[in-house]
């Protein structure tokens, strides 16, 4: 069961590049979301999906977009990559979240974008 | 601002050693997760604690939620240097249907041989 699967694991652009950060999970997950991890910062949401064809944005999601299509795939697009960018990325699933329903998070390995 | 803060932000401590990690909130929880993140991976769930004033223990690990469900702790005793990571609590507020898990933005603990 390889869970949720995050490529590339690493990545250098150029200012002004674009690309797409690929997400996908095995586990059939309604819930899924991606973050972003800088030092002393924790996690801060970028952008959630509770379903195909359902997205909303998170804390910071100036400057990306996402779209899902499928209930396996989550795809984070930086449409002109800045040096702000520059931080680990990290894509999650998980069975619905509610107040009742409290369901843990699985999470990838980890995108480590660098923009030069 | 932050739905959950956790304190402290940083905690270096000496093996053997005791420490305690806070999550707090102005917002009431139906429960919180507690993850644990070791450097070059992805979170891993450690506990999910569920009713006001409960204790989970996990080996030499504590976990408390508050009894008004707004805050939660974590407690290590006699600290080892494989406990070294980021600890994150994560919670659905009250009230939400469907909705996004908020996570507060951790405490990087560090223990020293």
């Known amino acids: 069961n390889a869970g949720v699967t995050q490529t590339p694991k690493f990545q250098v652009l150029k200012t002004g590049q674009s690309m797409t950060l690929q997400c996908a999970q095995d586990m059939n997950h309604e819930y899924m979301s991606w973050y972003r991890q800088d030092p002393g910062m924790g996690l801060r949401l970028i952008h959630y999906s509770v379903g195909a064809g359902i997205t909303d944005q998170g804390e910071v999601p100036n400057g990306y977009n996402v779209s899902r299509s499928t209930t396996e795939d989550f795809p984070l697009r930086l449409l002109s990559a800045a040096p702000s960018q520059t931080s680990v990325y990290f894509c999650?699933?998980?069975?619905?979240?509610?107040?009742?329903?409290?369901?843990?998070?699985?999470f990838g390995d980890g995108t480590r974008l660098s923009i030069l | 601002t932050q739905l959950l803060e956790q304190s402290p932000q940083f905690l270096s401590i000496q093996e053997g050693e005791n420490l305690t990690v806070y999550c707090n909130s102005s917002s009431v929880f139906s429960s919180l997760q507690w993850y644990r993140q070791e450097p070059g991976e992805g979170p891993v769930l450690l506990v999910t604690v569920v009713t006001g004033g409960e204790v989970k223990k996990l080996k030499r690990l504590t976990f408390q939620f508050g009894d008004a469900r707004k805050d939660s702790s974590l407690h290590i005793t006699a600290a080892q240097p494989g406990d070294t990571g980021l600890y994150l609590c994560a919670g659905v507020p009250g009230g939400s249907t469907l909705g996004r898990l908020y996570f507060g933005r951790g405490t990087q603990l560090t223990v020293w041989p």
């Open positions: 999650a699933s998980s069975r619905l979240q509610g107040e009742y329903s409290n369901q843990p998070q699985h």
